[in-house]
């Protein structure tokens, strides 16, 4: 079955990381040795950009309305995503806490439905 981790955490600050630090590199390694250890499990999976790039689309009595940044305003922000092959939930949420997002922001894990 099919799993989505949805990666959050609190980006303020992540904008103005240098991406030749220390700090960054730790942070892309951490990301590429999970993507190594689960390569086989992983659907697809990638970050995304900041959620002041973000426009939110809505339709209501058949108007578009569009507004500019993420839909709600909250102490963390979605930042990226896996999708996961798992045998059952608890295989997903294992694989879950491997993310290194999970150690200092949090990842939501849903079951992606098979419609097909």
Known sequence: MKYACLIYGDESGAEDMDPTSAEFQAVMAAYMAFGDKYASQIVAGEPLEAS?????????????LTTDGPFAETKEQLGGFYIVEAADLDEALKIAADIPGAAHGTVEVRPVPNFG
């Open 52 to 64: 002041s790039t973000a426009t939110t689309v809505q339709v209501r009595d058949g108007k578009v």
